[in-house]
């Protein structure tokens, strides 16, 4: 069985760090690539950043790079998001996805992720 949980979501102050982990299982995990999704309430679910197979590449979206880095460990089946000089507008449910898609450039698509966790929810206040 698939299996994504989220963590380390909670409310911070502007200007703080958190870091999200996506621990996984339940499937070849040096196989998929693993991306992060964010959704703000009344807003579509938007691409944050993905990391390769490897871990070699990462694609980061422009609203969060240079704040934002993903890794991921190999050995744990996990994946993280850290997060750097928060701001409000990063207020969302972050949401860890996998997929399976060899095609490093469609990794940014919501569509080519199968497998989803429930996600954790970050605030951040003024």
């Known amino acids: 069985q698939v299996q994504l949980v989220e963590s380390g979501g909670r409310s911070v102050q502007a200007g703080d760090s958190l870091r999200l982990s996506c621990a996984t299982s339940g499937f070849t995990f040096s196989r998929y690539v693993i991306g992060w999704f964010r959704q703000a309430p009344g807003k579509e679910r938007e691409f944050v950043s993905a990391v390769s197979w490897g871990g070699d590449k990462t694609h980061i979206a422009d609203s969060v790079k240079g704040r934002f880095t993903i890794f991921r460990d190999n050995a744990k089946n996990t994946v993280h998001l850290q997060m750097d000089s928060l701001k409000p507008e990063d207020t969302a449910v972050y949401y860890c996805?996998?997929?399976?898609?060899?095609?490093?450039?469609?990794?940014?698509?919501?569509?080519?992720?199968?497998?989803w966790g429930q996600g954790t929810q970050v605030f951040v206040s003024l």
């Open positions: 996805a996998a997929s399976y898609e060899a095609n490093w450039s469609a990794m940014k698509i919501r569509q080519v992720y199968s497998h």
